[in-house]
């Protein structure tokens, strides 16, 4: 085990803090942005019939006298993106901030006492 002598010790804890409170300030300040992208299919504007007959109906019945319908037609489909950002929270930067600087003082004041 290593023999730490109280000063040690401190110095060693008040470092350790502060790294923890810069590490608490750069993840406040951080944004994110979250993308999200739906596809949106366009209108049906027809159907091409089992022999082959172009149909512009699109309801119940088209392609009735053609052997029915082969596939459907549909217009230009679009797609939309939104996005969240989530903002920083400057409560917990500035009270990261306030708590590296009060153990920065601690530190100084240890290692003062060291010599």
């Known amino acids: ?39 949106i299919s366009g209108p049906r504007i027809g159907a091409i019939c089992k022999d082959g007959w172009r149909s512009y109906s699109t309801g119940s019945g088209t392609c009735s006298n053609h052997g029915g319908v ?4 549909y217009g230009p489909s679009r797609t939309i993106t939104e996005y969240e950002v989530t903002e920083p929270n400057y409560f917990f930067a500035l009270l990261g901030t306030a708590s ?8 100084i004041k240890s290692v003062k006492e060291l010599y």
Do not use: C, P, Q
């Open 1 to 39: 085990m290593i023999n730490l002598k109280k000063n040690h010790k401190s110095i060693l804890f008040y470092s350790l803090g502060i790294i923890f409170s810069l590490f608490i300030v750069a993840n406040s300040l951080r944004t994110t942005t979250i993308e999200d992208t739906v596809y």
């Open 100 to 107: 590296s600087v009060f153990l920065s003082f601690k530190l």
């Open 70 to 73: 082969d596939y459907w037609l």
